[in-house]
């Protein structure tokens, strides 16, 4: 069975930009959710999906937006982008809310 | 507070045990996870328990978790080289509704030759 798959693997903007990040999840899981990793901040919640609807939400700016399609696959998408969103963004599926999360191997971003 | 602590770095020599400490914060905590990151990678879910166990062995790994002190570790038997990584634990501390996890700082397993 195929695991988490995130493209691109990397991407490389400049401020102002916006940019669009695609995740796969595990054939048959349901629930989707997004970590920003960053040295200073570590590993923190930006949102879940679950049935196409967003369940949950971490504290980030509204530039930060997502959405699941009836198959399960999100994207996440970032707006106006600024320095500080330079990060490695993982993407994380599970069977169901609640269970055993499966992370993909990230989407490095880098804004210049 | 909110943070999940974790020591930031460990150094073991080859074919030593590992114990890779972690303190959490809520008591109500259903899971707990271990999970490994290897440079430019994602994270690799190791194993888990869940809070109404007091151990959990999965081959060379074992799970510790000590409700009263919010202390959960983790021990790798006979540690090999490609066992250096970063190590995070993490807490579901909102019940089964969510896969909100809380990560500790993560833990830099080092394994000497």
């Known amino acids: ?112 | 507070g909110e943070d999940v602590e974790q020591s930031l770095f460990l150094s073991v020599r080859e074919g030593d045990s590992s114990v890779i400490n972690c303190t959490y914060t809520d008591s109500s905590s259903t899971y707990l996870y271990w999970y490994k990151q290897e440079p430019g990678a994602g994270l690799q879910l190791l194993t888990y328990i869940f809070s109404n166990m007091d151990m959990k062995q999965d081959q060379r790994l074992t799970v510790l978790l000590n409700k009263k002190d919010k202390h959960l570790s983790l021990r790798i038997a006979d540690t090999q080289t490609g066992d250096s990584a970063i190590y995070f634990c993490a807490e579901n501390r909102y019940g089964g509704a969510t896969n909100k996890l809380i990560f500790g700082t993560g833990t830099l397993l080092a394994v000497q030759p």
């Not at chain 1, 102002?16 to 048959?28: E, F």
């Not at chain 1, 570590?42 to 937006?65: D, I």
Request: charged fraction near 15%.
């Open chain 1, 1 to 112: 069975k195929a695991g988490v798959t995130q493209t691109p693997r990397y991407l490389i903007k400049t401020r102002g930009q916006q940019v669009t990040l695609s995740c796969s999840p595990i054939s048959g899981h349901r629930s989707v959710s997004w970590y920003q990793q960053t040295p200073g901040q570590g590993l923190q919640f930006l949102f879940e999906y679950f049935s196409e609807t967003q369940r949950n939400k971490g504290n980030f700016p509204g530039r930060f937006s997502g959405r699941q399609f009836s198959n399960s696959r999100s994207e996440m998408n970032v707006s106006t982008l600024e320095l500080g969103d330079s990060a490695l963004y993982l993407c994380a599926s599970s069977l169901n809310q609640g269970e055993k999360l499966f992370f993909g191997s990230g989407t490095q971003l880098s804004v210049l």
